[in-house]
């Protein structure tokens, strides 16, 4: 919240990016949420206020209900594209959270313009646009319907993760802390709880799996990441591992300093509304590294995820087509290594380099699937830490000296 309040614009009564070259909706959405948590309503008031003025009123429209990302964007036009022109998951993100505030604090907004917002993101939601294994926005989509006593899809949502073997979006630093949010909103439902607190459960046994505590970092291979080291770019998973383990040993960047993705601060007050669900099992993972381990993974549509993890390195590997959602995010293949001085090094091989990878103690196997040099992107161009890299027509093998 402090790194908030550094980016308050109390003159438009939202936050600031960090460049402060536009203001930023859903996350002055979340600010208010926090205000409220820290007795500071009015402050809260004119945040609301002013995120709903920014809440597109174009019934018929693909974006109508949504809001816009930035008041200095305008109004999508006619051949507005999605993605580019306006966001259609703001729906889901500012509504949950405008749910949250009525539900905590009613008696301190006005809540009667908070449900008609809320209502307005229901209703306008396009049938069919959100599919039930688009995890993230599909849990939120999911609780909101039920909140305003619709019909959910909440049982495909959750049959997909079992059957498939995990979350389409597997394996992200940020779209696991998103999800996670949505599963603890989910349990303050009857109708979502139980089959809530099984994937929330099986979720966090997921993530100890590739977590290394040693180095603060999830283990590769990644469907969706905004960068390789999560102490040096913001995640909301990180802020849920800070909100276990304590600030000093959580993956998360020393907001004093400079660090990317930064917008993502603003999901703590979400995260600080609910006590995390930890499994006893888990949290001796998230508090130190256990042990050396291989993990393996196969999920539905032919993926084969792969990673080996060490004190002192670890490797991660997807053979097998992506989600191919936020395809350039993609991470097929990854190193990570501890230097010297405690800090993480790591190396990739990117989205637009079409590969199959195999993890195995000790290396990483990278069969090239096309006649295009495999290329490599590294944390410090000349820093391979503690591996030697080899190539052939056939094959790149990254392995440990």
Not at 332 to 341: E, F, G, M, N, S
Request: hydrophobic share 45%; charged share 20%.
């Amino acid at each position: 919240m402090a790194w908030m309040d550094e980016r308050w614009d109390d003159a438009a009564a939202l936050l600031w990016a960090v460049r402060r070259d536009r203001h930023l909706v859903r996350e002055t959405s979340l600010y208010a949420l926090g205000c409220l948590m820290l007795g500071r309503g009015e402050r809260a008031r004119r945040a609301i206020d002013a995120v709903v003025a920014q809440q597109f009123d174009a019934p018929g429209k693909p974006w109508d209900g949504t809001f816009r990302r930035t008041p200095e964007e305008g109004d999508p036009p006619e051949d507005a594209v999605m993605w580019i022109h306006f966001d259609p998951n703001w729906r889901q993100f500012i509504g949950t959270t405008f749910a949250m505030i009525c539900d905590g604090y009613a008696d301190q907004v006005d809540e009667a313009l908070l449900r008609a917002s809320i209502e307005r993101c229901v209703t306008s939601e396009p049938e069919g646009r959100v599919s039930p294994a688009y995890a993230n926005i599909a849990l939120m989509k999911a609780w909101l319907d039920d909140w305003t006593g619709r019909p959910t899809f909440a049982s495909t949502v959750v049959a997909h993760y079992f059957d498939d073997g995990g979350f389409l979006e597997f394996n992200s630093p940020t779209y696991y802390g998103i999800d996670l949010n949505a599963l603890a909103l989910w349990r303050s439902s009857d109708a979502l709880a139980a089959d809530g607190a099984r994937v929330e459960t099986a979720l966090w046994r997921d993530i100890a799996a590739f977590y290394h505590a040693g180095m603060r970092n999830m283990c590769g291979p990644f469907d969706r990441c905004y960068g390789l080291d999560m102490t040096r770019h913001a995640t909301p998973l990180g802020l849920w591992i800070w909100s276990v383990v304590g600030e000093a040993r959580a993956p998360f960047p020393n907001v004093s300093e400079r660090f990317s993705h930064p917008h993502d601060v603003c999901f703590g007050p979400t995260v600080a509304a609910f006590d995390a669900a930890v499994p006893d099992d888990v949290l001796p993972h998230l508090d130190a590294f256990q042990r050396e381990r291989t993990v393996e993974r196969e999920l539905a549509g032919g993926r084969r995820i792969s990673a080996w993890l060490s004190d002192q390195a670890m490797v991660g590997a997807w053979a097998g087509p992506t989600s191919g959602i936020g395809w350039f995010q993609h991470a097929h293949a990854t190193a990570h290594w501890l230097r010297a001085d405690g800090t993480v090094g790591w190396l990739r091989v990117p989205a637009d380099c079409p590969i199959a990878a195999t993890a195995s103690p000790g290396s990483l196997e990278i069969e090239p699937l096309t006649e295009t040099a495999v290329r490599f992107e590294t944390s410090i161009p000349d820093d391979f830490g503690p591996f030697i890299v080899s190539t052939s027509a056939e094959a790149t093998i990254v392995a440990l000296r």
